[in-house]
């Protein structure tokens, strides 16, 4: 058997996998015969030699490839640095030419492609190639809009709890179609909630990305000068509970990112996010249009001013409220 998982689902793509595992029987005898294969570096002969070998008291063997397609997607920075050119072209045909290797690989060989984080939109030549060969092949792309909510509605039920619609819709616009970080939250807030309804209150209190998207929705009206919306979301975040320090430390963070990406602004979005080592699901898009607003001298005058609150809370010259509200408004001229 011939499979191929990817996309750019990392969670779906895990579970599809688990998938296949799951129907090779007893998963103790499939952990003993099961290898994995760092497909950057593969060779074809070290395939075949892996592939031959029959499984150990059981009746299949798992052979997974991880990373193979993405040593062929077009822009990959590793491939360039490991050659690329003919060298990759080359390589290329040679992949191609796995069919042969598969008409005769044992019928208790279960051949696992897998590319998990991997751009569905790029053209693969080698996917394109090798995917009329699969028995199946499972692209699992990131769900949105309402796929995404009817996912947590039924996530939520499957383990027994209930959450409202307007929970639903915050977790998905805080998250996104992040699903193992959704998954964490939702577990999260069921066992806060101890078995009531999970409500949209409940996520704005215990959700770490609702603090998250808070930030980035007080760093936007600092930029556009709102001083009153600024006072509001700052107080908003106070009062679900996140600390002053807290509060402070995230608004230099954002700030220091949005310096950094002003600095990277000749790179692509995904150079960006690799050379400051963010989450693929870090809303990086916001941050570029922050940039594009921040002037390096505003931002220079903004950290100085965050220093200064610092010192005014721990020297006990202000209050932490009073503290934070006069370096909004310094912030927003």
Known sequence: ???????????????????????????????????????????????????????????????????????????????????GGEEAGQALKEWQG??????????????????????????????????????????MNEIKGKELAAWIKDYTAKNKGKISAGAVALLADYIGGDLWSLTGELNKLMTYCEGREISDSDVKEISSFAREESIFALVDAVIEGRIKDAQLMLHRMLKYGTAPQQILAMLERQLAIILRVKELNHRTQQEIRESLGLHPRYPLEKTLRQARTFTVPRLRKSFHALLDTDVAIKTGKYEDDLALDLLVIELCK
């Open 98 to 139: 796995i069919s042969d290797h598969l008409k005769v690989m044992p019928q208790t060989t279960v051949l696992v492609l897998f590319d998990a984080d991997l751009d569905p939109k790029a053209v693969n030549q080698l996917l394109k190639s090798l995917a009329p060969m699969a028995d199946r092949v499972f692209q």
């Open 1 to 83: 058997m011939f499979y191929i998982i990817y996309g750019d689902d990392n969670y779906r793509c895990h579970q599809a996998l688990n998938e296949i595992k799951t129907g090779l029987g007893s998963q103790d005898m499939v952990d003993v015969n099961t290898t994995v294969l760092d497909g950057r570096r593969l060779s074809i002969r070290s395939l075949t030699d892996v592939c031959s070998v029959v499984p150990f008291m059981a009746t299949s063997r798992l052979v997974i490839i991880e990373g193979l397609l993405r040593r062929f997607q077009p822009g990959d920075r590793q491939t360039k640095a490991n050659g």
